[in-house]
């Protein structure tokens, strides 16, 4: 069981705020927020005297994402954005195959899409059903020519949560390559590369794993990166292993990149900050990551209660609980939602407008006062 008291302590913004925006971005603890400035504290004394420990912390902190997510640590690199992880997977395909296609579905967020129809790949899109994504309806799309299926975890609008091991074990069968967004679900959501078959992982952390705009993690299997080595190369993706430099400065000279997920290190990294994602994980970690889900589901079951007696339409999936998420959208039945997220914030009660829906993201500060706020506030909006 968590205590929420204390965890909210970590978290000053619910000092002020009813706060259901941690789908766009969770606030950062203070454990985080003292690993961050005392790292910069670090950079304002020393300089950079303490580079390679901070690259040496960086590998330990990927034994421990390695540990969650069923990986190796040399899986493992990180990307400014889940934009530009999927654009190396696009280029890399484009580079390597012609004539394919790939399956995805309508209501991912646009950083899925984007880099491939960019490539001019043919991308082919599933339609929901009431929001939800069955494995057969993105199957039915696959054909001989299907690369790849590129899905996300949890939908960014509904929070849909996509059975990931029945779609992996079928895209498997069809040697269809997996490639999953796990940005709304990593790390509170279990994870299994092996199990459910992803060949290639992406998570932007600064929405659940709790420590601001850090870039993506960018998870490629062995098996990938051989053959779909990365488009792209800078001064650290270049194998020096048997060098007696740690920097390939020969011109001129064939090199091979790193076969690991370094190839993908094109070039210096904030580690000061990124460090923060181990402070944040070793805290989530503490509270028991079955505490965590056991709670989301307990307080979106609150909201789930008021929001059906406040009358709104609820939009997000929620007959099963291997369908939730943190994520609970709904919709006004005669009003704008666009203008209740308005009032709600002058009220300092956050939600998101998300595809014409209002979002509502619960989290392990969340207590039932914030959704006692947030109701209120709909019904105050709804009389006026």
């Known amino acids: 069981m968590l205590d929420i008291v204390s965890i909210r302590e970590q978290f000053p913004l619910t000092k002020e705020y009813a706060y259901f925006q941690s789908a766009g971005m969770s606030p950062v603890p203070l454990k985080v927020l003292d690993k961050v400035n005392n790292g910069y504290k670090s950079l304002s004394e020393h300089g950079d005297l303490f580079w390679h420990d901070d690259m040496l912390s960086q590998l330990q902190m990927y034994e421990k994402i390695a540990s969650l997510v069923h990986c190796k640590a040399s899986d493992i690199a990180f990307t400014d954005s889940n934009s530009l992880a999927m654009s190396l997977v696009a280029a890399s395909f484009k580079q390597k195959k012609s004539n394919f296609n790939i399956v995805s579905v309508e209501e991912e967020f646009p950083s899925n899409s984007v880099p491939f129809e960019y490539q001019g790949i043919e991308m082919r899109y599933a339609k929901p059903d009431n929001h939800r994504y069955s494995t057969d309806s993105i199957l039915s799309l ?11 975890y949890v939908q960014y609008c509904t929070g849909f949560r996509q059975d990931l091991t029945k779609l992996g074990a079928a895209l498997k ?89 370094m190839q993908y290190n094109f070039g210096s990294s904030n580690y000061k900050s990124r460090l923060g994602l181990g402070v944040s994980l070793e805290y989530l970690s503490s509270l028991g990551w079955e505490n965590i889900r056991s709670y989301l589901f307990e307080i979106s079951d609150y909201l789930i209660g008021k929001l059906k007696e406040a009358g709104v339409e609820i939009i997000s999936p929620i007959n099963t609980k291997d369908e939730r998420s943190a994520i609970i959208s709904f919709s006004l039945k005669e009003k704008s939602n666009a203008d209740l997220v308005q009032f709600l914030e002058k009220r300092k009660v956050i939600t998101s407008l998300r595809n014409g829906y209002v979002r509502a993201s619960v989290n392990i500060f ?12 709909i019904a105050d909006f709804l009389i006026n």
């Open 173 to 261: 069968e069809r040697n269809i390559l997996f490639i999953v967004n796990a940005t709304q679900a990593f790390p509170l959501f279990p994870i299994n590369m092996e199990t459910m078959n992803v060949d290639v992982l992406t998570c932007s952390v600064h929405k659940w794993g709790f420590c601001g705009h850090i870039g993506t993690l960018f998870i490629t299997t062995e098996k990938f990166r051989k053959e779909y080595p990365s488009p792209f190369a800078g001064w650290l993706s270049v194998d020096v292993s048997n060098s007696n430099d740690f920097i390939h400065t020969s011109k001129g000279k064939p090199f091979d990149i790193w076969s690991t997920s």
């Open 366 to 377: 969340t207590n039932k006062k914030d959704v006692d706020q947030l109701i209120t506030g």
């Open 142 to 152: 696959c054909d001989n020519n299907t690369l790849a299926v590129v899905t996300s």
